[in-house]
């Protein structure tokens, strides 16, 4: 009764104004054989009290201690505690979609800071706060190139996170967009070549990711010449925020899909995250979710307004941009919090930190088995390449206490026994260490071993 709070009464008043005898007479109309005729397979009904238990249970089977190198658009990194004191407040927790700007003064602020923070970072001019997070950012700013362009097709770096992809791909197979992947070079970045051979009049955008998932930094400058020279737009995706303390941000991109987990959200099974779009002024009309603005009242006090919000809720339906109906609002606070408590230079220095143990990391993990893609710059992660499947190594790393890199056979199945491993300020020195002492003693050889990268990527 605590879950199905009608009473026998309750159901028995309800099928008397429907004009039925039973909960079966009720459901006539579905044919017998989609009827289930028994009761669900599912555990019995559990007191309160048993519940807790069972979570408790589940709980201690969590890793707590462990160092962790996985990466690839999930960052562990440091939460200040003031984030969690300051987002439980009751005026933020149980705050919803600000449409009344007159009792949504709070959110419409905190949202406004944070577009504009998230435009100083990225170079752009304005940005949103309103995206799921960093994959379906990523497909609404490649719709939103298409309807800028009118252009049909789409190009896309085979080194942007493939669940990213994957999600494009899903966005784009009911529109009929085509999607054509670009291949990659021996140092990990998008090939130029490539890009200038199947580039043409009717590609809407060419979307990279930088740093991309192999961690490495993409020359932006010179594809958004190539992209630009053709009349398509450039997409740039950023999985890692905290890369913007340190890496010149893509100002030559047209839209920057950015998620913002990295600044202050908690891993979380996934979500929720926070993701962003950012853009130029000039693109504002198509951009998706919500834009909050600043004004001022009639007695020139300064507020703030929902001033763009183009979905079907707010106008018709065949003019909306976005079926993207949630707020982050939330979450965008977190991002707020944490950018606000390290400001330019401890943001700069958190990136330093990043660099610094990822080197380290690589220095050691070299000693003992081949490192892919070193011939660019990047940012906190790098690919291992061993002899041993990364699964069985990543099986005995863990009883050490720390989970491995992330296998990228299933992903770039001519990468073979590949890894990718990732490094943040909360990786600590004895971590590496341990981790390549394991990766050594696969390999059964204290010396470097030489990869042809330039046959793996071919």
């Not at 100083?120 to 800028?148: K, P, Q």
């Not at 490539?194 to 043409?200: A, K, N, P, V």
């Not at 007695?299 to 941009?321: D, M, P, S, W, Y």
């Not at 010396?447 to 990268?453: E, I, N, S, T, Y």
Request: net charge neutral; aromatic share 8%; hydrophobic share 40%.
């Amino acid at each position: 009764m605590r879950y199905l709070p009608k009473s026998p009464a309750d159901r028995e008043a309800m099928l008397k104004a429907l004009g039925k005898r039973s909960i079966s007479e009720f459901f006539t109309p579905i044919p017998a054989k989609y009827r289930l005729e028994r009761d669900l397979k599912i555990p019995r009904q559990m007191a309160e009290s048993e519940i807790v238990d069972w979570f408790r249970e589940r709980s201690r089977e969590n890793g707590d201690g462990y160092a962790i190198f996985l990466g690839a658009g999930a960052y562990y990194h440091y939460r200040p505690v003031i984030i969690d004191s300051l987002i439980l407040r009751g005026e933020f927790l149980t705050a919803y979609t600000p449409y009344q700007a007159e009792v949504s003064q709070g959110t419409l602020q905190s949202i406004f800071e944070f577009q504009t923070m998230i435009c100083e970072l990225t170079g752009m001019e304005v940005a949103n706060a309103s995206m799921y997070d960093g994959s379906t950012a990523t497909a609404e700013a490649v719709m939103m190139a298409v309807r800028l362009t009118g252009r049909p097709s789409v190009l896309v770096a085979r080194n942007v996170h493939p669940e990213y992809q994957e999600v494009l791909s899903t966005y784009a197979h009911h529109q009929g967009l085509p999607i054509s992947t670009l291949s990659f070079t021996e140092a990990g970045r998008l090939d130029p070549e490539d890009l200038e051979r199947s580039i043409t009049g009717e590609t809407a955008c060419v979307l990279i990711q930088s740093p991309n998932f192999f961690g490495t930094i993409e020359d932006v400058a010179a594809i958004a010449e190539i992209a630009h020279k053709h009349g398509a737009l450039l997409v740039v995706a950023i999985a890692e925020a905290i890369s913007l303390g340190m890496v010149k941000p893509p100002q030559q991109a047209d839209i920057i899909a950015l998620e913002a987990q990295s600044f202050g959200v908690p891993l979380g099974f996934g979500g929720p995250y926070c993701g962003v779009i950012a853009t130029r002024e000039q693109f504002v009309r198509q951009m998706p979710g919500r834009l909050v603005g600043q004004t001022t009242d009639r007695n020139g006090k300064r507020g703030f307004v929902l001033t763009l919000a183009t979905r079907e809720q707010h106008i018709r339906r065949e003019k909306a941009t976005s079926n993207i109906c949630t707020n982050q609002a939330l979450i965008a606070l977190m991002a707020n919090i944490f950018m606000t408590v390290y400001g330019k230079v401890g943001l700069r220095d958190l990136a330093k930190q990043n660099l610094a143990k990822t080197a380290y990391a690589m220095d050691q993990f070299g000693k003992h088995a081949g490192l892919l893609f070193t011939g660019a710059p990047r940012f906190n992660e790098f690919v291992v390449k061993t002899s041993e499947d990364p699964g069985a190594i990543n099986s005995r790393i863990l009883g050490h206490k720390i989970v491995g890199g992330l296998p990228l056979k299933k992903f770039y199945p001519e990468l073979g026994n590949a890894s990718l491993w990732c490094c943040t300020e909360m990786t600590t020195r004895t971590a590496i260490d341990t981790a390549a002492a394991m990766v050594a003693e696969s390999e059964g050889s204290s010396g470097a071993r030489d990869v042809d990268v330039e046959e793996l990527t071919r």
